[in-house]
């Protein structure tokens, strides 16, 4: 199934991304830091959506208090409700 999350307090604007059998896949962000964004979603590939959410949330940048990595793992969560 695939989604569409609007970023809050990032770079980045929206990230895309699909869940199938409870696995992540390709994840897009838009905006944001392209390489390092890039190597985020290649390091999720495949991985268990419960595993990408513990090892993203709570991820910080700089002084703000969330991040692109955590904002995906917001993103699945939000997601996890409607699967």
């Not at 992540?24 to 390489?35: I, L, R």
């Not at 940048?61 to 793992?73: F, I, R, V, W, Y």
């Amino acid at each position: 199934m695939q989604f569409e999350y609007r970023t809050h307090g990032t770079c980045s604007q929206r990230i895309f991304f699909e869940i199938e059998d409870n696995k992540v896949k390709n994840v897009q962000f838009v905006g944001g830091c392209n390489g390092n964004l890039k190597g985020i979603g290649k390091l999720v590939e495949g991985l268990n959506v419960d595993e990408v959410i513990d090892k993203l949330e709570g991820t910080t940048c700089g002084m703000k208090s969330t991040s692109c990595p955590d904002q995906l793992a917001k993103a699945l969560k939000e997601a996890k409700e409607h699967l």
